[in-house]
């Protein structure tokens, strides 16, 4: 199954998995009821009869293999406990970060793999609650099942840095040994024709070994939004001069830094345009076919956006390899929304948490589209509290990549009292004038700016992290009714020409790309069950706004 869109692997072999599985709804007592067959990666969500379900239930699939595997979940939607011939062998929480399982020295023959998955609001969950997005449930990204040695390698991080005019590259890879003795090996790594090279290692037994190197690499061609440059990364693991594993990314030479105020690129300014996009797509729900990706792709590069932002949660990795590929800058943000102090004081926030920042990083650290790193949307920045969370989260972030800009995005309610503002490198904000008050957009924006530039954010890029207004698709009439087409026409024109006509802003990323479905929880205010502010709805049929702003994006140079 293609988890990412170019090979991943050559030595390395893997195991099919047919796509579909054996599916059982579980009750309370977690005994099976009704029995379906169910597409993966999917959402259960896709079946008419399940498309309100929340609940736990049971895959399974028989698989025929042996020997050491490594079994990778790119994304289970969101508690899943997974079992090889009836014995736990893996746990994990989140919808939206990838986990792996190693099998060692199973022996050859048919085995039962079974996942029991739930999406309720379980008293464990900290992150997924009742939201203004929906929670799917299902197998929801791909699944992928590796034949592997007792030595393979599990990531490769590559950190493009440029010193006196030349580029750099500092290289580490995350090497394994399953087995119980020491192992020396040889480790090669091809980046276009140039080869960097490692010491030879001795790995010790039952231990993931770091190597790590730094590369001059004369012949790169940068990755700009213009001319996305990639470049294939192919690793290779020998013992004994055998070739016992390998591991193959893309990676491009780019360096994000804040200079003042300004969001810099290789050195050159950059305006954000974006869209915020949930993943969230009609009958598929958050497992979006690549065919349905690529349209979303098209779709914002034709309208002159050059960002995503992933909100509220890390995204599809197939996602992001179609933005390297069409140099659209990603803001990739952790899993959170709008969390209230006692959700943040839940015994397991901190952990989860963290946990999801970790997967994040190790798993998308090597994409040149992401520029920042963000966390807690529109949660408690304004608390004592909840800026020690802040605080703990971006530190754990600055450990694991500090080549990116970190940022969250805090709400309007904070102008004032915002006490985060100094822990990013890019300020940010989301703010709703012409939808849920009436304040002019240029009050609005002065507000911010005299309270940012009071409060240690003066010499830092700002950015509006959302703006918008809801509209039903359809929805047309000439009196400039909220909800109509012509009024979030209206709305989003005002917003996006002030904020991009403003010289101190950096840019801004409109709420919302799509229309997406909402937790019923949420029905006031949000006609349809769906947070209506895309500027094409679900089906990805374009409203009058998307036309607007496109011509808005177009006329803006960045
Ligand atoms: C917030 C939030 C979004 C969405 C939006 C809205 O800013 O970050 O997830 O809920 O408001 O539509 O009101």
Redo the contacts with the bound molecule.
Sequence with gaps: MNTRLFQNHIVRKEIPLEPIWDFHTLNAEEEKQEKFQMIVPGCWESNPKLSSYKGKALYSKKVFFGGNVRLVFKGVSHTAHVYLDKKEVSYHYNAYTEFSVILEDIPYGEHLLEVKVDNTFHEESALHVRN??YSYGGITRPVVMEAIDDMFIRHIHFIPYKENGKWYASISAFVNNLSSEEKMVTLKIKINDEEVSFNDKALPPHTETRMENSYEFRSAIPYTLENPKLYRMEAKLLYNEKEVDDLIDRVGFREIKVSGKDILINGEKVIIKGVNRHEDYAEFGCAIPIEAMYHDIELIKSLGANCVRT??YPNDERFLDLCDENGILVWEESHA??LNEEQMRHKNFEKQSLDCIREMIENHINHPCIYVWGIL??CVSNTEFGRSCYAKQFNYIKRLDSSRPVSF?S?EGNVGSDLCLDLVDIVSF?I?PGW?HHTPVKDSLKNIKDFVNRTGGADKPLLIS?I?AGAIYGHRSNNQDKWTEEYQQYALSEQVSSILADEDLSGVII?QYADCRVDPGWFHGRPKTQ?N?GLVDIYRRQKLAYNTVKEIFHSTLY
Excluded: F, I, V
């Design positions: 203004d997005y909100s509220h929304r709008g949307n529109e995005a709400l989301n709703y849920y959302e918008g709420w947070n502010k």
